[in-house]
């Protein structure tokens, strides 16, 4: 029988996936394995360290049901859903506009409204007026492109935070005129903390981190001959900008409202171009 060293359990570890048929899934378990082992090995972990690791990512599975997805909430506050998001996207030796992330705030069947119109439904908040241009990669306005788009309150709630959960609120889906254009009375939504009343609420305190993210718009755009892009625009000054808890905001999707009139009151308004990627 083998005599298992430090070294040597690793190698043991590894060989064990000699047999495995799928080859990509024995290329992640090799590496996740080596990465795992030295990582324990770096650290000299110990089995009470382990052990409290085990029950953290327990509870992390306790909490998570159909409503509250926690352990994407601990990828997105280690930072590993936005490296996955850009390593999809690596390929950017062009304009296409960066992606962001989805976030657990999206929902299907969003109420449509034509351009124009106003999603906030009377909610409290400076106006803000945004407006938006779809285009292909070489500049061609993209007609009748898909727009989802959703975002916190004023007071940094997302509708599906609310007491009336089901009422969708602060999102909508437009469509794009013949020049790709869309446009949408709203008001500005203000930064938010992310979920923090459970085990990754918890990490964050332990490790000295705020939980929120920079206020700002998401967006959602699905047309004919283009992958679907699903980003966020980030409002500039927010005070989170640099220091997003789930690593979201990026420098090429921050805007400026500028100052502009909405039904004769004083807005913001903001105005992006989105360059889709062909299929
Ligand atoms: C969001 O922007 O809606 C979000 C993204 C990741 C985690 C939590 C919220
Ligand atoms: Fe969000």
């Given at each position: 029988m083998k005599t298992l060293t430090e070294a040597g359990i690793t190698e043991e570890a590894l060989a064990r996936l000699a047999n495995c048929p799928i080859p990509r899934l024995k290329e992640i378990m090799t590496s996740l394995t080596r990465h795992l082992h030295e990582f324990?090995?770096?650290?000299?972990?110990?089995?009470?360290?382990?052990?409290?690791?085990?029950?953290?990512?327990?509870?992390?599975?306790?909490?998570?049901?159909?409503?509250?997805?926690?352990?994407?909430?601990?990828?997105?506050?280690?930072?590993?859903?936005?490296?996955?998001?850009?390593?999809?996207?690596?390929?950017?030796?062009?304009?296409?506009?960066?992606?962001?992330?989805?976030?657990?705030f999206f929902r299907n069947g969003a109420p449509k409204f034509p351009?124009?119109?106003?999603?906030?439904?009377?909610?409290?908040?400076?106006?803000?007026?945004?407006?938006?241009?779809?285009?292909?990669?070489?500049?061609?306005?993209?007609?009748?492109?898909?727009?989802?788009?959703?975002?916190?309150?004023?007071?940094?709630?997302?509708?599906?935070?609310?007491?009336?959960?089901?009422?969708?609120?602060?999102?909508?889906?437009?469509?794009?005129?013949?020049?790709?254009?869309?446009?949408?009375?709203?008001?500005?939504?203000?930064?938010?903390?992310?979920?923090?009343?459970?085990?990754?609420?918890?990490m964050l305190r332990a490790l000295g981190r705020h939980?929120?993210?920079?206020a700002h718009l998401h967006f959602m755009f699905a047309a004919r001959g283009y992958r679907t892009l699903t980003t966020a625009l980030y409002l500039a000054g927010d005070r989170y900008l640099d220091s997003d808890a789930v690593f979201g905001a990026k420098e090429s999707l921050v805007v400026r409202a500028e100052p502009a009139l909405s039904s004769n009151v004083k807005a913001g308004a903001i105005d992006f171009r989105f360059i889709l990627r062909e299929v």
């Open positions: 324990a090995r770096e650290v000299s972990l110990t089995p009470t360290e382990w052990e409290a690791g085990i029950e953290f990512l327990t509870e992390v599975g306790h909490i998570t049901d159909e409503k509250r997805q926690e352990f994407i909430l601990l990828s997105d506050t280690l930072g590993l859903s936005a490296m996955v998001d850009i390593i999809a996207n690596r390929a950017r030796d062009n304009d296409w506009t960066e992606s962001s992330l989805l976030g657990p351009n124009d119109a106003d999603i906030s439904d009377g909610a409290a908040g400076e106006k803000l007026i945004v407006s938006g241009q779809v285009l292909s990669h070489g500049g061609k306005p993209i007609a009748r492109a898909t727009v989802d788009t959703w975002q916190a309150s004023a007071d940094g709630m997302y509708d599906l935070q609310q007491p009336h959960r089901d009422e969708m609120k602060l999102r909508g889906r437009f469509q794009t005129d013949d020049d790709g254009r869309f446009r949408f009375r709203t008001v500005r939504p203000s930064s938010y903390p992310v979920p923090a009343d459970g085990p990754v609420g918890r939980p929120y993210r920079p």
